[in-house]
Every structure is written in structure tokens, then in C-alpha cells.
DNA sequence: CTGAAAAATGACTGGCGGGTCATTTTGTCC
DNA sequence: GGACAAAATGACCCGCCAGTCATTTTTCAG
């Protein structure tokens, strides 16, 4: 293996075992610190921990991020894309009180499934030390989700749904609620936030696949 | 004043000067220390700002409270019982519907007024750290709260509101999210609450004063 | 006024955990 | 294999702050 790809150079540097190997050490860090920060939330995360269940050492979380905070906005980064799934198909014959129910589901089924709504409560609860992460949070998920709701009551031409577009955060506040209850009373039951969101649409928008208001327009 | 209330014994002990004044710095130690977790947080907090707020020493804290977590218990258990201010007058004369929205109107404003919502942003932000906290808050508050909700949405009688029977955290939920909002997005104007809460209860129950279904029965 | 006990003080400590860096290990190229 | 650098290591450091306690101050009975 003499002269096989010699390109001492820059050229592509994505090719090298090196580079695999940091990446994968990168992503096994952040899956890591996600479960740290997401069992104990931020203050009582230890980094510690975080390299242990990584299989790193402490000082190498140090060579990847600058700091704990740096480390948790990169779990924070790294879960945001994927928040938004594109549903798997635009659907054009649904009709749009379906395709808008749908959309919600899979958003907040994701969600939990993914464990990424405990990391929403610690951007929650510790926004007092990180305004900048609040601003990306609101923007990067609640912005879009609000822009769905809002549409949704404008188009449907319901009256009754008028005040959705000036509060669209009275259509997904129990869904915030649920999850911190979930959060809170360990004891109890937990709430099923699938059967829940049910409910809340149902008592707020009408029953599911029904009528509950002729359509104008 | 020699021999007023010579009792050296056990006898009653609220009558001394000692006494009052110990009672008087228990009370300006909890209001301190409201205010301190309040601003920064349980985590954030630090017992030397709540000593010098409360015109105390460091360790004089310890003469009244084991440690942090007691203090933090003796602030949540002081606001507790202020929550739920009896409502003036029962009014017997009044349309339940009417009873309940100023309920929960004075609920709400009440803990707006006094800073307390956001003691229950503490709670659960730190409820990880402290489970026990997370049922006396159940307990005490949101229990009592749920009771008012279910029962008004059975009473009611009107078939839209059975799921709040099962679920009453619908109707509170936003008043939840609203406080979290306002905490988190200091850049924007807040919300108003009370508008909000108004907003919530029209979509929900139905508009303020009116008949919105006949009532059945 | 006096003495004794209760209350208050604040300099101090212990340990905890985020962050550092001299040393060792690993990958790469010839 | 040898040489070089990039990567990784983990013992160590250091600031911070909850909690302590020997000393001082205040209360109050006699």
C-alpha cells in the first residue's frame, strides 16, 4: 500500500479513519450528554458521567467542546432537525383538518418517542442561564408549530377559531403541560399525550373525522 | 414591670420579646428567600444574597433551617396556603358559570400578583431533585384546582365538557404555558394572562356571560 | 447591675466538579 | 519499522458555596 491515495494536501479529509473515528466519537458524546442532561437536566448533569457512558475520558470532552454549556447546545442543535420530520407525504386529497391533525400527531409522537420533549423542559427550566437557547427554541420549533396552527384556524373559517391565530399556544400548551406533569409525578399514571392531544383537538377544533363546521369559502 | 407575667416556666411562649422577634426573622428570612428563588432559580440561588436580604448573617440561617432544601420547603409551604384566598362572598345568588370564571379569574390574578407562579416554575424545573415537593404542590394546589374544574364541567351538564372531567388539566394548561412563556421570552411583550385566560375559556366553555348550550336537566 | 443563657455572627472548611495539561497512545506516511 | 503528529488520557488544580463553630452580642430574671 505504497502509492494507493497519497494526498498529503487538504484534498477531501472526510476519507480517513481519523476522521471516522472522530465524528463517531463527536456523535457518541452528544448521544451521551443528551442522556445525561435529559435524566438530570443541566445543573446537575455530570460530565463525568457523560464521558463514562460515551467511553471516553473527561479530557476529551474538552478537545470536541469548549464547555458544558457548549456541549449542551450542541445536544440542543443536534435534536432540532430532526423535531421536523417532513410528513411522509404532502397527500393533496386530504382534506386539511385531517392532513393538520395528522401533522400534529406525528410531531408530538415523535417527540416523545425520541425522548427529545424532556430536553424542551430543561431548555425550559434553565432559560434563566441561557437566553440565546429560549430564542433558538421559539424559533427553530415553536415558530413553525404556531405558523401550522395559525394557518389551520385561518383557513378553516370557523369562527370560533379566530382566537387560535392571535394564541396559537393555547392549541399546544397541554401538550407542554402533559409532558411536565409526566415529568413531575413519577408516582402517578403517566397521562398518554397521544390520547390527550386527541381529547384537547377534539374539545377545541370538534370531533375528528366529522364536520363541525361547514367549511367557507 | 416587675411583676407582669413573671413566668420563667414553660408556660405560653408567644408572648416574649424574644419570641417575636425570632418569629419576625423566620418571616423576613422566607420573604428573602422567596424572592432569591424566585429571581435565580433553587440551583442559582445563594444563601449569602437571602441572609444579606434578610438583614442576617450567613449562619444565622442555620438556626432556623437545616439546610437549603428545608428553606426552599419552608418557602413553598409559606406561599401554599395564601393560593387559595377564600373568594369573598360565596353569593349564592350568582350562575355557576359566572362563580367559576371568577374563580379562577381571582386564582390566577392572585398568584400573578404575588410572584407565586413562578415558585411553580421552580418546583418543576427542580422537581428531579426534589419528588417530595412535586405532591405537595400536587396536593395542595393543583388537586384543589381540578376539583373546581370537574366539577363544574359534570354540574355543567353540557356534553362537550365531559372530557374535562377526565381531564381538567386542558382548562389550566395554558395558564401553565403562558407563565413559562412570559419567563422565557423576555424580549417580547408578555402575554397577558388574564386575556389569555379569558381568550381560553370563550374557546373552551363557551362566551362569558351568555347561555352557550342549554343547560340540561 | 450582674450573670447566665439564648441568639447572632462571619471567618473558615470541605468537597465537589468544571476545566487544564504534561504524558501516553494511536493513526499515518515513507 | 521508524518518525511524526494528532488524539486521548486522567491526575491534578482551583474557585465556589453550602454548611460549621468558636466568639461576640443581646435579652432578661433576680
Redesign the interface.
Known amino acids: 500500500m505504497q502509492e494507493t491515495t497519497p494526498e498529503p494536501q487538504q484534498a477531501q479529509p472526510e476519507a480517513g479513519l481519523r476522521y471516522r473515528k472522530k465524528e463517531a466519537k463527536r456523535a457518541a458524546i452528544i448521544a451521551a450528554a443528551q442522556a445525561e442532561f435529559i435524566a438530570?437536566?443541566f445543573?446537575?448533569a455530570r460530565l463525568a458521567r457523560v464521558a463514562a457512558q460515551a467511553g471516553v475520558a473527561k479530557g476529551t470532552l474538552y478537545l470536541y467542546f469548549d464547555s458544558k454549556e457548549a456541549l449542551f447546545d450542541a445536544v440542543l442543535r443536534g435534536a432540532l432537525p430532526l423535531i421536523f420530520a417532513p410528513p411522509a407525504a404532502p397527500d393533496p386529497g386530504t382534506p386539511p383538518q385531517v392532513a393538520f391533525r395528522r401533522r400534529l400527531r406525528a410531531a408530538i409522537a415523535d417527540m416523545q418517542a425520541s425522548g427529545r420533549d424532556k430536553l424542551a423542559?430543561i431548555v425550559?427550566?434553565?432559560?434563566?442561564?441561557f437566553?440565546g437557547l429560549?430564542?433558538i427554541y421559539?424559533e427553530a420549533i415553536l415558530e413553525p408549530l404556531f405558523g401550522l396552527v395559525r394557518d389551520y384556524a385561518r383557513s378553516s373559517g370557523v369562527a370560533?377559531?379566530e382566537?387560535?391565530t392571535?394564541?396559537p399556544?393555547?392549541l399546544?400548551?397541554?401538550m407542554?403541560?402533559?409532558t411536565?406533569?409526566n415529568?413531575?409525578?413519577?408516582?402517578r399514571p403517566p397521562?398518554d399525550l397521544p390520547e390527550?392531544l386527541e381529547?384537547?383537538l377534539?374539545?377545541?377544533l370538534g370531533p375528528p373525522e366529522g364536520e363541525p363546521a361547514g367549511v367557507t369559502g
Do not use: K
Open positions: 438530570h437536566g445543573a446537575e423542559l425550559l427550566s434553565e432559560s434563566a442561564q437566553p429560549a430564542r421559539l370560533r377559531l382566537p387560535l392571535r394564541y399556544q393555547l399546544l400548551a397541554p407542554l403541560a402533559a411536565m406533569w415529568r413531575l409525578m413519577t408516582e397521562l390527550l381529547t384537547h377534539t374539545l377545541v
